[in-house]
């Protein structure tokens, strides 16, 4: 069984920053990329940003240059570090990761349980 717990979130002024983590525990060969996704109320899950296994990072445009994925491959988590947030980053963030269970086996899609972000003007 498989987990990906986040940490981090919380309510942060205009301006302000925050560092979610989310940690993958559980039967793991390896993972091929983590991401980070949100939703908004009335607004469908959209892409955040997104790593895979051998560093590279795609960012959603609204988010460039203010966030910063990164990896620890040993810990089999990811950061996602958000710096000059703005209210409508205001959502919940979910992990999500494609972990291969065993060597010979396809990548399955893991979430996180999300974690609320709430930037205040």
């Known amino acids: 069984q498989v987990q990906l717990v986040e940490s981090g979130g919380g309510l942060v002024q205009a301006g302000g920053s925050l560092r979610l983590s989310c940690a993958a525990s559980g039967t793991i060969f390896s993972i091929t990329a983590m991401g980070w996704y949100r939703q908004a109320p009335g607004k469908q899950r959209e892409l955040v940003a997104r790593?895979?296994?051998?560093?590279?990072?795609n960012y959603a445009d609204s988010v460039k240059g203010r966030f910063t994925i990164s990896r620890d491959n040993a810990k089999n988590t990811v950061y996602l570090q958000m710096n000059s947030l703005k209210p409508e980053d205001t959502a919940v963030y979910y992990c999500?990761?494609?972990?291969?269970?065993?060597?010979?086996?396809?990548?399955?899609?893991?979430w996180g349980q999300g974690t609320q972000v709430t930037v205040s003007s």
């Open positions: 790593i895979i296994s051998g560093g590279s990072t």
């Open positions: 999500n990761a494609d972990i291969k269970l065993q060597w010979y086996s396809e990548d399955f899609d893991y």
